[in-house]
């Protein structure tokens, strides 16, 4: 076609699989059909290749790894609150200890009682989850559309019948996981001695074995989750303060498209106008074009040759992003030039435009020399490379990638009729917004101006996803911290109610009030602190799925796991403290006297 041996190639099919045929058999076909194209057209298509993926992958691949963060930290939120139900469910069913007993001897079956206790269980689930759900559908109502990228669309985050039925079910489930507990714990109780002497011990001391257990457990699953909120944390907090290569603050973006079948030499005229016309303005102090400013996702690759390097017949071997610019771009993103000079006026009407190249390309291919004077080759022309720019993040790939090689051509030499203005302000950019929108309309009334933003927004949105990550673990931690230090809170409480007599035999044998508060601190703390240690364990290796999703940081950062386990005690000892003073206050003769 007329089209071959272009150097850029921008275009995506959608097609429809027919029933039965996987996506592994179409790349086949693919592939099949691109070896032909490279036998028939080898110098247009000898190093192109096709590729495919699901509409499902394209919209919400790069989201997809963030989503199962999520799911896992929701998931390790809610089996935490359902250990902390079932502790209290446990303390409550020993306070009923009598009725069990009572209700077994008048003929109920064990299954009957067993019964009773689910039913109350999986109502009271329902009446959270009922109440989450309630909860739920408002958010997605009113909040859903704050959320970054495609899950901000309309229309992708919704409540409907599935989810409502899923998390019923999920309500009821939990309702029986928590209620298993005190139901095993009924089936010990002894009747005679439950009837007779009001014993207020449910099982012995496996109950009390059992609180150990679960508050170990709950220890070790908020540890889990605020490791991972301070790995994302953390790893945000690299991103932001990575230098971008430009300088954000006060910097304006406006858009600005042609008709696609504009004439070049149009073309050129209107954006030199409106360049000077924005120039021109109060409260401004440089401005450039460009095709696609750092952190918008359009990216355009083209292959390359080069004269310093080997050259192979249909393999290019330079693979970079593509830039067109006019004006004084590089002045008004702060963007410094490390070598060479910047576009002249002749450049942008010349036609075998020279180029410019950014310090990753020069790193990757030319790591020892100076590109100045060297050529990039492309379709039988040479392009001087005149200049070598700092790297840029968000040009070649998301801000949290390694900026890869880029090459600036002169937009006017080289086409391009949508283009953005980058306006550096002395004032607040917002202020000039209106102005500009003028200018382009007293330049050419045919035309309008697109979308305006300030760099300040598109960098809030490039971070939006892993800041909304960060944030989300880091509330379902501070959840489970505070379930957790409830949690051994309970515990300590149930067990000192339940020793009240044993604390006044204690103390009338000659304990002080420290020992009794070294006691039940003791009880409290080991299971705790086998909870951090096998947590610290899951940690280590669960994390390792954040991998995706850190920038600047591992997973096993020493560090972080230091620090989150000193939050952790401290917490957890402060909820200690409380009970375990109280318990040693009482009076040895007031102790003795409690039933």
């Known amino acids: 076609g007329n089209d071959r041996g272009d150097g850029l190639r921008d275009t995506n099919v959608f097609g429809r699989l027919q029933l ?18 490279r036998r028939e057209y080898p110098s247009s298509d000898g190093a192109w290749r096709f590729t495919s993926e699901t509409l499902r992958e394209d919209r919400y691949g790069q989201v997809q790894s963030a989503l199962v963060v999520l799911l896992i930290a929701s998931a390790l939120l809610l089996l935490i609150a359902c250990i902390n139900v079932a502790n209290l469910l446990l303390s409550r069913a020993t306070t009923r200890q009598r009725e069990v007993a009572l209700r077994r001897a008048l003929g109920a079956s064990g299954r009957r009682v067993a019964f009773q206790f689910f039913v109350e269980s999986v109502l009271l689930a329902l009446a959270g989850g009922g109440t989450g759900i309630l909860l739920a559908y408002v958010l997605t109502r009113t909040a859903a559309t704050s959320l970054p990228g495609i899950l901000g669309r309309p229309g992708t985050i919704h409540m409907d019948g599935i989810v409502i039925g899923i998390a019923l ?11 298993v507990v005190p139901v095993l714990e009924t089936r010990k109780v002894q009747l005679h001695s439950a009837l007779k002497q009001g014993d207020t011990r449910l099982g012995g001391s496996s109950g009390n074995w059992l609180r150990s257990v679960l508050v170990g457990v709950q220890v070790g699953l908020s540890l889990v989750l605020l490791v991972g909120a301070s790995l994302l944390a953390d790893s945000l907090w690299n991103l932001m303060k990575q230098p971008l290569g430009f300088e954000p603050e006060h910097l304006l973006t406006v858009r600005v498209a042609l008709p696609w079948n504009t004439r070049p030499e149009a073309v050129r005229n209107f954006y030199n106008d409106v360049q000077q016309r924005i120039e021109n303005l109060p409260g401004v102090e440089a401005s450039g074009q460009i095709s696609s400013p750092p952190m918008t996702d359009f990216h355009v690759r083209g292959s390359f040759d080069a004269d310093w390097l ?28 490390l070598a060479g000079r910047a576009f002249s006026a002749a450049d942008q009407v010349s036609t075998v435009p020279p180029v410019l190249v950014n310090e990753a390309l020069v790193r990757e291919f030319l790591p020892k020399g100076n590109p100045i004077g060297h050529h990039l080759l492309l379709d039988g022309q040479a392009h001087e490379i005149v200049g070598m720019v700092a790297d840029v993040r968000g040009v070649s790939g998301a801000i949290a990638a390694e900026p890869g090689p880029a090459v600036y051509w002169p937009a006017n030499a080289n086409g ?5 203005f980058l306006v550096r302000t002395k004032v607040p950019p917002e202020q000039v917004a ?29 971070v939006a996803q892993p800041r909304l990550n960060a944030a989300v673990v880091a509330s379902f931690a501070g959840v489970a911290l505070l379930l957790a230090c409830i949690g051994i809170y309970g515990v300590v409480s149930y067990l000192a109610a339940q020793r009240t007599q044993e604390i006044g035999v204690r103390m ?27 947590g610290t364990v899951v940690s280590l290796v669960s994390n390792r799925l954040l991998r995706s999703q850190l920038y600047g940081v591992q997973p096993d950062d020493l560090r972080l796991y230091l620090a989150v386990l000193l939050v952790l005690l401290v917490a957890l000892l402060g909820a200690t403290l409380g009970p375990a003073i109280r318990a040693g206050k009482r009076e040895p003769m007031e102790a003795l006297r409690t039933e």
């Open 434 to 462: 209106q102005s500009i929108r003028e200018q382009v309309y007293q330049s050419d009334p045919q035309q309008s101006v697109g979308k305006i933003e300030t760099m300040d927004q598109l960098l809030g949105d490039a």
């Open 310 to 337: 080997p050259q192979v017949s249909n393999q290019p071997a330079i693979s970079a992003e593509n830039r067109n610019i006019a004006g004084n771009l590089l002045v008004a993103i702060g963007t410094p030039l």
């Open 20 to 37: 039965g045929v996987t996506l592994a058999q179409a790349q086949a076909d693919l592939d099949r059909i691109g070896e032909q194209l």
């Open 508 to 534: 009338a044998l000659g304990a002080t009030r420290a020992d009794i508060t070294r006691f039940f601190v003791r009880r409290a703390m080991v299971p705790a602190s086998i909870g951090l240690a096998t």
């Open 169 to 179: 079910l999920i309500s009821v489930a939990t309702g029986i996981v928590f209620g």
């Open 416 to 420: 391009g009729w949508h283009r953005y």
